[in-house]
């Protein structure tokens, strides 16, 4: 914060901690009050009140987090179903050559990178999540089922990188949305919840894909990877429009919430980051919260500890071709059920990811802590790559792939609640953080696809290597970033003014006032 000549002055004029102390004098002076909760709050007594936002949290969850998840398998699976329309006959029917496939899977990346800021700007300025997250499910839904009617190379890479510009809105959107309807310390359940639809979705989309390349192929005259476009495009267009009835908008602008249940809605985000989310947005302009992130040193340490984690995770991309390893042949064979067994083999590491991700992300929230439960989670994943650089033995390969699924995610997901957990306030600041953050990590998915040419089979060492290097930087940024909350809580607990931390009143204990989760 800039010093005013007033301040300058009487900074001269004294010396040694009282500097610091009229430093910090300054500041309070010119912070608001604590606000006081509206009155049916105060009225409450301490059960009464744990147990109506007991019930409050159980209704929003009912409402939001089953539509979120259905909605982001189909966002998951129509991203990545090519990895599957692979194995099923895509590569061979346009003539594709190795190169040209690995550009397609990352072209989606680079519209999917452009999008994600302006669509979170616009989310949060729009204000009405219900309709503009179903609107663009719509949208991607019929460019994913498209696909099918593709020819060539060039109309494959136009159709993948629209389908990345339209899919951009959700993920980031649905991170932001989730943070305007629950606390800090209840987002890291929430978001893996969100996240578990893309460990579903890898684990079903491997199950569809088998049905499909086993059942459809030739039927009406296509292909069983144009059946497997149409048939998920169309189930996320039928999905969107369920969702539309469904979701909520943000708590201060919905309907379906009693005046008491709203209140308090709005007042435990209010009490949890020190101000109402809402007017705020109203107050900012389109491009503020994008100016202040860029200005924060703790949005380029995030930064690189989601990159590393979501580059070391990339493997996902080439899943199926990367478990065809363990199944020599399946990718060139014309054997349908070579593939369908490759599939297959791709749900169980996806299954456990499920399990290993809720429980991390419960343990996280119910403890408050981060960085041991991102940390733990991306050393396993160092060791996994280690174990598949090194050998292609059917049992340590596939326990390796067994491993490196669920520490990825489970890490990634307590990463990404670790963003608005850092950065609450202002919402424009936190939503620009969120894409701008979950953007720039993806770019990982535009190299990372030649790093899976068949050439490398059965190997891939040099995809392991980076992925577990990767893992390793991912390591050392959550350790800086810790560092960094640390020391910014130390200053709290001295009473001297934080950015982003509006109601960290000096003079309060570490337990009454906002403090960063470390």
């Given at each position: 914060m800039a010093d005013s000549p007033a301040d300058t002055k009487i900074r001269g004029d004294e010396a040694g901690s009282t500097d610091e102390k009229i430093g910090t004098a300054n500041v309070e002076d010119s912070r608001p009050a604590r606000m006081q909760p509206p009155e049916f709050i105060r009225n409450l007594s301490p059960e009464e009140r744990e147990h109506l936002e007991k019930k409050l949290k159980r209704k929003?969850?009912?409402?939001?987090?089953?539509?979120?998840?259905?909605?982001?398998?189909?966002?998951?699976?129509?991203?990545?179903?090519?990895?599957?329309?692979?194995?099923?006959?895509?590569?061979?029917?346009?003539?594709?050559?190795?190169?040209?496939?690995?550009?397609?899977?990352?072209?989606?990346?680079?519209?999917?990178?452009?999008?994600?800021?302006?669509?979170?700007?616009?989310?949060?300025?729009f204000g009405k999540p219900a309709i503009y997250l179903p609107a663009c499910m719509v949208v991607w839904g019929i460019i994913s089922a498209l696909t099918a009617v593709c020819t060539n190379a060039a109309g494959l890479l136009a159709n993948r990188?629209?389908?990345?510009?339209?899919?951009?809105?959700?993920?980031?959107?649905?991170l932001y949305y989730l943070s305007c309807w629950y606390t800090r310390k209840e987002l890291g359940f929430r978001t893996a919840v969100l996240y578990s639809g893309a460990?579903?979705?890898?684990?079903?989309?491997?199950?569809?894909?088998?049905?499909?390349?086993?059942?459809?192929?030739?039927?009406?005259?296509?292909?069983?990877?144009?059946?497997?476009?149409?048939?998920?495009?169309?189930?996320?267009?039928?999905?969107?429009?369920?969702?539309?009835f469904v979701l909520p908008n943000f708590p201060r602008t919905t309907t379906w919430l009693t005046d008491e249940e709203r209140t308090l809605a709005i007042w435990r985000?209010?009490?949890?980051?020190?101000?109402?989310?809402?007017?705020?947005?109203?107050?900012?302009?389109?491009?503020?919260?994008?100016?202040?992130v860029f200005v924060d040193v703790k949005t380029y340490i995030l930064l690189v500890l989601l990159f590393c984690i979501v580059a070391s995770g990339t493997v996902t991309n080439f899943f199926p071709t990367v478990v065809n390893t363990i199944q020599q042949g399946a990718l060139d064979s014309e054997s349908s059920d070579d593939k369908v067994i490759s599939l297959l083999l791709t749900a169980p590491p996806y299954v456990l990811a499920v399990i290993v991700t809720y429980l991390n992300a419960t343990h996280a929230d119910k403890t408050g802590e981060r960085y041991w439960h991102i940390t733990i989670?991306?050393?396993?994943?160092?060791?996994?790559?280690?174990?598949?650089?090194t050998t292609t033995h059917i049992a340590p390969r596939y326990l390796s792939m067994m491993l490196m699924v669920p520490s990825v995610y489970s890490g990634f997901v307590v990463a990404l609640a670790w963003i608005s957990n850092t950065m609450p306030r202002p919402p424009a600041k936190r939503a620009a953080a969120l894409a701008f953050i979950n953007a720039v990590s993806n770019c990982s998915s535009i190299y990372a696809s030649y790093l899976y040419p068949k050439s490398a089979d059965p190997h891939y060492t040099v995809a392991m290597i980076v992925n577990c290097v990767t893992a390793f930087i991912a390591v050392c940024a959550a350790t800086v970033m810790r560092a960094v909350?640390?020391?910014?809580?130390?200053?709290?607990?001295?009473?001297?003014?934080?950015?982003?931390?509006?109601n960290a009143v000096p003079g309060e204990g570490a337990a009454n006032g906002f403090r960063f989760k470390v």
């Open positions: 929003i969850d009912i409402r939001l987090l089953p539509a979120i998840i259905i909605m982001y398998i189909m966002n998951y699976i129509d991203r990545n179903n090519i990895a599957a329309a692979r194995l099923a006959g895509l590569e061979r029917d346009l003539n594709l050559t190795s190169t040209e496939f690995q550009t397609a899977v990352s072209i989606l990346f680079v519209g999917y990178l452009l999008m994600q800021i302006p669509s979170n700007l616009f989310l949060n300025k990188f629209f389908l990345g510009v339209v899919e951009a809105a959700y993920f980031p959107g649905c460990l579903i979705s890898g684990a079903f989309s491997g199950l569809i894909s088998a049905g499909v390349t086993w059942g459809m192929d030739g039927t009406r005259g296509l292909g069983a990877w144009q059946w497997l476009f149409i048939i998920e495009g169309a189930a996320t267009v039928v999905v969107a429009f369920g969702c539309y985000l209010q009490e949890d980051i020190g101000e109402d989310d809402w007017v705020n947005s109203e107050e900012q302009t389109f491009w503020q919260g994008a100016k202040l989670p991306m050393w396993v994943a160092v060791i996994a790559y280690i174990i598949a650089a909350l640390v020391r910014l809580n130390k200053k709290l607990d001295a009473g001297i003014w934080v950015e982003g931390a509006i």
